[in-house]
């Protein structure tokens, strides 16, 4: 079992350029969420897919978009990057709600 | 509506006991715990799904009290290999989704 694998692990962007990153959750898992950590910080909450669907969202603008394919895989899109979206952006599965969630290494994104 | 986590820091010697706790002004559907090592992912720890219910696992366990909206990581005879910031995430009822904590930076020296 490969666990939750996300793509790319490093990735640097301008201001004002658009990023897509990738996550393929654990073998069994349905149910994806995406977060965004900052240096020192805990996970912030971005939003949660289920069933191809947006469940959950937490206080971050449109410019964060995402999708969750028939396999159960998912994107983060962010549109318009500014400086401040720099951070480790971290994918986590589970098994619908309530349960253990496993989270992939992370994609680390530096706007510049 | 973030979890509020004392200590913010803690600094052990090999064989030490910790506590970690863990208060939200929501009520509280469940708390899960999660350590993350410097430069990696979180990891899962456990889950309290009831109010007043206790968990663990080797050294490691953990209370939810659901009257309170409060949890508390407890850490038995330290090791080397508990270093880490420590997270709880809490879900409210209705929500599925985990919001986390402040974390709390745990060093075990030996």
């Known amino acids: 079992d490969a666990g939750v694998t996300q793509s790319p692990t490093h990735l640097i962007k301008t201001r004002g350029q658009q990023v897509t990153l990738r996550c393929s959750p654990k073998s069994g898992h349905d149910t994806v969420s995406w977060y965004q950590q900052a240096l020192g910080q805990g996970p912030q909450f971005i939003f949660q897919?289920?069933?191809?669907?947006?469940?959950q969202r937490g206080n971050f603008p449109d410019r964060f978009s995402g999708h969750q394919f028939p396999n159960y895989s998912s994107e983060l899109n962010v549109n318009a990057l500014l400086l401040g979206d720099s951070a480790l952006y971290l994918c986590?599965?589970?098994?619908?709600?309530?349960?253990?969630?496993?989270f992939g290494q992370g994609t680390r994104l530096t706007v510049v | 509506q973030q979890p509020v986590q004392s200590p913010q820091a803690v600094i052990l010697r090999e064989g030490e006991d910790a506590v970690i706790n863990c208060s939200s002004s929501k009520a509280l559907y469940s708390v899960h715990w999660y350590r993350q090592k410097h430069g990696e992912a979180p990891v899962f720890l456990m889950i309290l799904l009831k109010g007043g219910e206790q968990k663990g696992h080797d050294k490691i366990s953990a209370s939810f009290n659901e009257k309170k909206q409060q949890s508390s990581l407890y850490l038995t005879a330290s090791q080397l290999s508990y270093s880490g910031t420590y997270f709880c995430g809490t879900e409210t009822f209705g929500t599925d989704k985990l919001i986390f904590g402040t974390g709390t930076r745990l060093q075990v020296f030996p």
């Open positions: 986590a599965s589970s098994l619908g709600g309530n349960t253990e969630a496993f």
């Open positions: 897919y289920y069933e191809e669907e947006e469940r």
